[in-house]
C-alpha cells in the first residue's frame, strides 16, 4: 500500500509537470503563471519529500513490528517526532560519511586508474591526456558507489528506528 501511494504521488507530480508546461507555453510565456507554476512545483515537491520519507519510515517499522502499512507510518511518524533531534543528527552524520565514502572510493579508484596505467600496462605514452579516462572512470565510479552507499542510508534509518522503538518500549 505504501508503495502504491508513494507512486500515486510520483504520477500525480509528473502530470502536473506536463500540464504546467502545456499550460506555460499555450499562455505565451506568461510571468505570472510561471512563477505560480514554479510555486506549485515546489508545493508538490515537498509533499513527495515528505511522503518518500514517512514512506520509508514506515516501512522500516513495519518490518520491525509486522504491523499494517498505515499503523506503522502512524507510529513512525510520532517517533519521528519524538525523537527528532537523534534522527537529524544520524541522518546528517550518515550523509557526511557517505559522502566522505564516494569522494574516497573516487579518488582511490583514479589514483589506481593512473597507477596501472604508468606502471603496469604502460599506456601513459599512448595517451595524450589523462583527463578524458580519469573523467570516466571517476563518473563510473561515483555512481558505483552513490548505489552502494545509498543503501547505507536506508540501513541508518532503520537501525535508528530499532533504537527508539527500544528506548520507548524499556523507558530509555
Same mark, same amino acid.
Not at 508546461?21 to 506549485?40: D, M, P, S, Y
Given at each position: 500500500?505504501?508503495?502504491?501511494?508513494?507512486?500515486?504521488?510520483? #504520477? %500525480?507530480?509528473? @502530470? =502536473?509537470?506536463? $500540464?504546467? &508546461?502545456?499550460?506555460?507555453?499555450?499562455?505565451?510565456?506568461?510571468?505570472? +503563471?510561471?512563477?505560480?507554476?514554479?510555486?506549485?512545483?515546489?508545493c508538490?515537491?515537498?509533499?513527495?519529500?515528505?511522503?518518500?520519507y514517512?514512506?520509508?519510515?514506515?516501512?522500516?517499522?513495519?518490518?520491525?513490528?509486522?504491523?499494517?502499512?498505515?499503523e506503522?507510518?502512524?507510529?513512525?511518524?510520532?517517533?519521528s517526532?519524538?525523537?527528532g533531534?537523534?534522527?537529524?543528527?544520524?541522518? #546528517? %552524520?550518515?550523509k @557526511? =560519511?557517505?559522502? $566522505?565514502? &564516494?569522494?574516497?572510493?573516487?579518488?582511490?579508484?583514479?589514483?589506481?586508474? +593512473?597507477?596501472?596505467?604508468?606502471?603496469?600496462?604502460?599506456d601513459?605514452?599512448e595517451?595524450?591526456?589523462?583527463?578524458?579516462?580519469?573523467?570516466?572512470?571517476?563518473?563510473v565510479?561515483?555512481l558505483?558507489?552513490?548505489?552502494?552507499?545509498?543503501?547505507?542510508?536506508?540501513?541508518?534509518?532503520?537501525?535508528l528506528?530499532?533504537?527508539?522503538?527500544?528506548?520507548?518500549?524499556?523507558?530509555?
Amino acid at each position: 500500500m505504501g508503495s502504491f501511494i508513494i507512486g500515486i504521488v510520483k #504520477f %500525480i507530480k509528473y @502530470v =502536473f509537470y506536463f $500540464l504546467a &508546461k502545456r499550460l506555460v507555453l499555450l499562455t505565451g510565456e506568461n510571468k505570472c +503563471l510561471k512563477n505560480i507554476v514554479k510555486c506549485a512545483t515546489c508545493c508538490l515537491g515537498c509533499v513527495e519529500d515528505v511522503c518518500e520519507y514517512l514512506g520509508e519510515t514506515a516501512f522500516c517499522y513495519q518490518a520491525v513490528s509486522g504491523e499494517p502499512f498505515f499503523e506503522s507510518a502512524r507510529k513512525s511518524f510520532l517517533l519521528s517526532l519524538k525523537h527528532g533531534v537523534k534522527f537529524a543528527f544520524a541522518q #546528517f %552524520i550518515a550523509k @557526511v =560519511f557517505i559522502w $566522505l565514502g &564516494k569522494v574516497a572510493i573516487t579518488v582511490g579508484n583514479i589514483f589506481s586508474l +593512473l597507477f596501472i596505467m604508468n606502471n603496469i600496462t604502460n599506456d601513459s605514452k599512448e595517451v595524450k591526456s589523462f583527463l578524458g579516462p580519469c573523467f570516466a572512470v571517476g563518473l563510473v565510479t561515483w555512481l558505483t558507489a552513490s548505489l552502494f552507499l545509498g543503501i547505507f542510508e536506508h540501513g541508518v534509518v532503520a537501525m535508528l528506528i530499532c533504537i527508539c522503538i527500544d528506548l520507548d518500549m524499556n523507558g530509555g
